[in-house]
C-alpha cells in the first residue's frame, strides 16, 4: 500500500510563495511519474504539474513559469515551488503516483492566496 503525505500548504498573500512537499513511502523511483493536482470545490481536479522516472517535466499552461516541480530521491519526497502565487490558486492540492495502471493520491492540503 502506496501513502502520500502532502504538507507546506496555508495562507499566504498575492505574489507570495509556497512549497508544497509530498511525502511518498516507498522509492519515488517504483513511480513511472509524480505530480501534483489541485481542486476547487465543484470543479473537476487538474493536473498542475507532473515529473517522469526520467526526470522530465511539465505543467500546466496557467502555472508556467511560475511554478517549479523537483524531487529529492533520497527523502522519497516530491516538491511544488509555487511562486506569484494568485488568487485563482486557491485550492485543495493533491499529490499524485502513477504506477502502471495504479493511481495513487494524498489526502490533499489546502492553499489560500488572499487579495
Known amino acids: 500500500q502506496v501513502q502520500l503525505v502532502e504538507s507546506g500548504g496555508g495562507l499566504v498573500q498575492v505574489g507570495g510563495s509556497l512549497r508544497l512537499s509530498c511525502a511518498a513511502s516507498?522509492?519515488?523511483?517504483?513511480?513511472?511519474?509524480m505530480g501534483w493536482y489541485r481542486q476547487v470545490l465543484g470543479r473537476p481536479r487538474e493536473s498542475v504539474a507532473a515529473i517522469t522516472r526520467g526526470g522530465s517535466t511539465n505543467y500546466a499552461d496557467s502555472v508556467k513559469g511560475r511554478f517549479t516541480i523537483s524531487r529529492d530521491v533520497a527523502k522519497k519526497t516530491v516538491y511544488l515551488q509555487m511562486n506569484s502565487l494568485k488568487p485563482e490558486d486557491t485550492a485543495v492540492y493533491y499529490c499524485?503516483?502513477?504506477?502502471?495502471?495504479?493511481?495513487?493520491w494524498g489526502l490533499g492540503t489546502q492553499v489560500t492566496v488572499s487579495s
Open positions: 516507498r522509492n519515488i523511483f517504483s513511480f513511472n511519474a
Open positions: 499524485n503516483a502513477l504506477e502502471f495502471s495504479s493511481n495513487y
